[in-house]
């Protein structure tokens, strides 16, 4: 009797919601490319992986890092999806987490609607801190409303 996959993927074989846009081979010099990092995750604020999994997002936020490692970090930098900060944000919703170095620069990615992946910077790492799928770690007033 043969198991039936866990996850069921689409006509083009990428799981349902993936991008299949494919990064230029040649595009820069591998020096630069923007690299990510999971060692500094944050468990025990925000939420989890398997929270996000639950929550139907996870596959949303790695397709949005997915897309940023296709050039470097400086050149993704717009101010708006991805920002960085001078420090850590002062109302924010989450601590200061101890295993993250001091002085870092702060920054995050947002994915769709409240939801961003919040890290710092470190040369061309962007090394994830914490899920937030509630805008909680740098907490704005809303707009428009």
Known sequence: ???KPKFAKSKDGLFKGMSSVACPANA??????FLLSFKYLDRNQGQTLCDWEAERILAAGLDTLRNYCCSSLTSQLDGKKFTTYDGF???SGFDYPLHVPEDVIWGRIHVN???VIAGFVNKNIFNVVFLDKDHEFWPTEKKHT
Do not use: F, R, V
């Open 1 to 3: 009797m043969s198991k």
């Open 89 to 91: 944000p002062p109302d």
């Open 113 to 115: 609607g409240k939801q």
């Open 28 to 33: 820069q010099n591998e020096d630069d490319d």
